[in-house]
């Protein structure tokens, strides 16, 4: 049976469920599994929510990319959001996964940002 997730076994023979295999980013040919990068970002104070998807990259072939929607305390976002968002992701997860970069939305549909990404370049896969 082919469902499309991704997992992993621990030592113990159990099996952890990490991503839909679709929505795994090859970046720089290492793995970066948007539903991780996506908890870390969760957890962020100025965070309600985000989604995470690989963008066409000269250099490593795909970026990590982050849309955020903040929480309403937390202002309008920036520059330096998004350089604090990257960084507290590179301080909890391997710095490969971490997002390249951080757009802030009112709202998070994936297939409205992530098409103007991939316009011209073939197939919309991360």
């Known amino acids: 049976m082919h469902t499309g997730d991704g ?6 023979g159990y099996l952890y469920m990490v991503d839909r295999m679709k929505d795994m980013i090859v970046s720089g040919g290492e793995n970066a599994y948007s539903v991780e990068v996506e908890n ?3 957890q962020h104070p100025a965070v309600a929510v985000s989604a995470v998807i690989g963008v066409p990259c000269e250099k490593i072939s795909k970026a990590v990319h982050a849309v955020v929607v903040l929480r309403p305390e937390a202002g309008e976002g920036g520059d330096a959001l998004s350089a604090a968002l990257i ?3 590179k301080q909890q ?3 490969y996964k971490a997002p390249r970069s951080v757009e802030c939305a009112g709202r998070v549909l994936v297939a409205d940002f992530r098409n103007p990404f991939w316009e011209g370049k073939g197939r919309a896969v991360n």
């Open 93 to 95: 997860i391997s710095a």
């Open 87 to 89: 960084a507290h992701c």
């Open 40 to 42: 870390e970002l969760s």
């Open 7 to 12: 997992g992993v076994l621990d030592e113990e």
